[in-house]
């Protein structure tokens, strides 16, 4: 699934075409895709102009002039495309004509209508209109904590929330009431830069060490956004390139390969915590 850096390219890829664009003739092509489309869907949309292209955690915000909010998740394999080309090279191959492609509009902004399409093929993504009023206290946002990138997010934070935590800290970090976004990717990164054991107590954790973490967790972050997220097998990025950030990867799927640390001698291990695989050095980074 997408993560947070991949979110963030496809959002700027698409600002300059939705950004004060007015949309036209929309067009839905199935009633659902994980969930059901909002009643009245196209009929909503169309003449709404967008006002921003947002992103909160995964998620892709686009509050309209008509006071409603444009929500979109990418789910596993959701797309955009401009006049009919993808948005993006994809290491695995998926359709996104036909009966793949969900949903189509026009953006009109001056003389210039692009066609935007969204396609889906394991139809995991998902769309919503939400009051924009209304959108923090929405349910799909209501209980996420603080935005990695942002203010709100600090050692500081991190130690309040780990406080008296037995679970292991890995898995904390992907708890989206804790810090919203971080995925299974970036989170083995941070861990490894920082240093800092996935198999440890979060609570154990020393409040300098949090503060470490949460500064690393920013760096891996922006480093993934600027080289246009990590080209993962499901996703590409929105200004028709691949990303990068997978070839720089320190530990996350080097299962047996030499650890990159200065001095180190150890070997990247995996192991699986919540389901998820965990990539980390049982050398460097210690219990």
């Known amino acids: 699934m997408p993560e947070l850096p991949e979110v963030e390219t496809v959002r700027r890829g698409l600002e300059p075409v939705l950004a004060g664009a007015r949309l036209a003739r929309v067009r839905q092509n199935r009633p659902d895709l994980r969930f059901p489309f909002p009643d009245r869907f196209p009929e909503r949309l169309d003449g709404a102009t967008v006002e921003r292209i947002d992103r909160r955690a995964k998620y892709l915000l686009m509050p309209l002039s008509t006071g409603e909010t444009w929500v979109t998740h990418l789910g596993m394999s959701g797309r ?11 290491e695995e191959a998926a359709p996104i004509a036909g009966k793949h492609e969900h949903l189509s ?49 600090s050692g500081a934070h991190l130690a309040g929330a780990f406080a008296g935590k037995k679970q292991n800290i890995k898995v904390s970090l992907l708890d989206q009431r804790i810090v919203a976004g971080l995925g299974n990717i970036y989170v083995c990164e941070a861990l490894y830069r920082a240093r800092i054991s996935p198999l440890v ?87």
């Open 80 to 90: 955009f495309t401009l006049d009919g080309q993808q948005l993006g090279e994809f």
């Open 105 to 153: 509009l026009c953006a009109v902004k001056g003389a210039v209508a692009t066609r935007l399409g969204f396609a889906d093929a394991r139809r995991f993504g998902f769309m919503g209109l939400i009051p924009t009023a209304e959108v923090e206290a929405h349910p799909w946002f209501a209980a996420l904590g603080p935005e990695p990138l942002g203010n709100g997010f």
């Open 201 to 287: 107590a979060a609570g154990k954790v020393s409040r300098p060490r949090l503060e470490t973490l949460a500064a690393v967790v920013r760096d891996v972050l922006n480093d993934a956004i600027a080289a246009g997220g990590s080209t993962l097998r499901d996703f590409a990025n929105a200004d028709g390139g691949q990303g990068y950030f997978q070839h720089r990867f320190d530990v996350y799927g080097r299962e047996g390969k030499p650890c990159l640390g200065e001095g180190c001698t150890g070997v990247v291990k995996r192991i699986v915590q919540a389901g998820r695989s965990t990539f980390y050095c049982p050398s460097c980074q210690k219990r």
